[in-house]
């Protein structure tokens, strides 16, 4: 009889494209996202939690960056052959929830989701196919009022995290203005149109003179490769030229020269005179461009959007991996999408909103120094006797009963040693010691870890005998004692 092969064991690495979050981390998100979530609901916003699976038929052809449906997601089959999908990203769901309730939601509706969101993409260096986004959206309003309301909500959440004002600035600019520009240079055909708005993205990467070589003939890049231009005359060139170096002293000047940069365009006028009322109504907020300002560089999903774009860019410089300084960048943006829901419906539903992204506005508050970088482990109580478990029990209870998180140590006791690391391996505060000679005498030793270690690495003898780091207290002290501690530490 031939030997049965064994089963060879599932190799423990998490799957390409996939992270783990541990304790600090985990805190520290949820800790911001809690921050948001108190300014969007103070702007009247409400929590929707849609489900993680969508159809595939729901999440349609509104994917960025790709032209098929089933493309960019993690999608299957059921046995009725419908395709289930998990969500690509929070907006998609949202126009299926409010075609789905229309009847029974208030118009407007202003909700906010946070969650994870999942992409069949490749991954690469902070790239990952699972990540987090938190999205907050007006649906049913069809004034700029809804814009403007979004960039001043998205600008107070930037400080109530922590992004001080001068390390940010949320730029705002309008879909219907490039419509505007497309049109003076009279170019209609929906792929030259396509080549054109790729090549305002990357008008801050190559400047005024790369653009122009890009709309013309080409350019070689800084490889050598030469890069085939749009084929567009100089003439019609001039209003991309015009709308890009357009920004002005204020939005005042701004306004004034996209007004030239889209000549009599119909469409392009209506998108200047958005822009303008968004200026004005945030005016009357109290933010002024050194929060929002109308900046037409600003370039989002293009196909998606259908109004006002907006994007927060965090303007601190950082060292690169190579060392190099470079600004941080965007950390959200949106716009207005007022053709998602008609697909359900059948009937146009403005729409406007706003997508933070979690990870790199964690990594900003990190670089700022704005979150702390270890999270404080549990009050650990020591197990001096295994016979004495519910003593410990009581203490630990007590503990925790005033509001102190603690824990008993519920590894092997019988090295005292190990207890100690453990305590230190989870960052805790204080161990709570108690042998039979304590228990004996009604008192517990309190052992200051983080005071302990720092006079351990840094402190004379004569500092030592000065702050003690150890402290013997009645039973019934144990509490007052711990509080006084930690109160001490923080």
Known sequence: MAKQKKQPRPKAITPKGFRDYFGHEVTERAEMLATIAGVYHRY?????????????????????????????VFAWQEDDADWLALRYDLTAP?????????????????????????????????RFRQFYQCDADTVGAPSVAADSEICAMLSDTLEAVGIARGDYVVRVNN???????????????????????????????????????????????????????????DAQAEPVIAFLTSKGANAADTLTNLRAAIGDSAIGGE????????????????????????????????GYYTGPVFEA????????????????????????????????????????????????????????????????????????????????????AELRNAGIRAEVYLGNPKNFGNQLKYADKRQSPIAVI????????????????????????????EEWKERPSQFEVPRGELVAKVQEILEGQA
């Open 94 to 126: 949202l126009a299926r929830v409010y075609a789905q309730y229309r009847n029974d939601l208030p118009t407007p509706y202003r909700r906010y989701a946070m969650g994870p969101v999942w992409r069949n993409e490749k991954p690469g260096p902070g």
């Open 313 to 396: 860019e965090l303007t601190f410089e950082i060292l690169d991996e190579k060392g190099r300084k470079r600004q941080f960048g965007s950390v959200a943006g949106g716009g207005r999408y007022d053709d998602l829901v008609k697909r359900f419906t059948g009937q146009a539903v403005p729409a406007t909103g706003v997508s933070i992204g979690v990870d790199r506005l964690l990594a900003a508050l990190r670089e700022k120094g704005r979150i702390r970088s270890a999270e404080r482990g549990p009050v650990v109580v020591t197990v001096m006797d295994r016979d004495q478990m519910a003593t410990y029990q009581t203490m630990v």
């Open 44 to 72: 009247g916003f409400d929590a929707l939690e849609s489900s993680a699976v969508e159809t595939v038929e729901a999440l349609g052809k509104f994917l960025p960056d790709v032209d098929r449906p089933n493309e960019g």
């Open 271 to 302: 998108g200047v005179a958005e822009l303008e009322q968004i200026a004005n109504l945030l005016a009357a907020q109290g933010y002024g461009p050194d929060r929002i300002e109308i900046d037409p560089s600003v370039v989002r999903g293009l």
């Open 434 to 461: 108690q042998g039979s000679d304590e228990a004996d005498r009604g008192v517990v030793q309190i052992k200051d870890l983080i005071l302990g270690a720092q006079i351990a690495e840094n402190a004379t003898l």
């Open 175 to 233: 879909r219907k203005v490039l419509n505007g520009v497309l049109e003076a240079m009279g170019v209609t055909e929906e792929g030259q149109q396509a080549a054109v708005l790729r090549t305002i993205d990357k008008f801050d990467k190559v400047g005024e003179s790369g653009v122009r070589e890009l709309l013309g003939k080409g350019r070689l890049d800084a490889s050598g490769a030469y890069i085939d231009g749009v084929g567009l005359a």
